[in-house]
């Protein structure tokens, strides 16, 4: 009977890990932004990365702006809102971070 109750709780115990597995936590997708303001589907520690790289929606370096920088992703038809390559979220065009590099033409 020990068994079988061990074979009952090996079986019980995988069914449960398997469920979690299933159904992952959902990546946050900067396609799936409608409003650019709208940072709910960050997490804690993504919004605090934003606030560790001095992340700010109006420059105050008239020259330094994220549609400037080398790092900025700009909106496509697939993606509303500009992104960045450090850190998740959508980004103003106008914004600035700490990590502002030039952007260099490849022409």
Not at 10 to 15: D, H, K, N, R
Not at 39 to 44: F, H, I, K
Request: aromatic share 8%; hydrophobic share 25%.
């Amino acid at each position: 009977m020990q068994r079988r109750n061990f074979v009952k709780y090996l079986l019980g115990s995988s069914t449960l890990i398997l469920s979690n597995c299933a159904s992952p936590k959902k990546e946050y997708q900067l396609e799936q932004v409608t409003d650019c303001a709208d940072l709910t589907g960050l997490s804690e520690d993504e919004l605090e990365k934003r606030k560790s790289l001095g992340y700010e929606e109006e420059t105050p370096v008239s020259d330094n702006r994220c549609d400037n920088c080398q790092l900025y992703l700009p909106p496509t038809e697939k993606r509303k809102c500009g992104g960045c390559q450090l850190f998740k979220g959508p980004v103003k065009a106008g914004a600035y971070c700490t990590y502002w590099a030039p952007r260099v033409n490849n022409a």
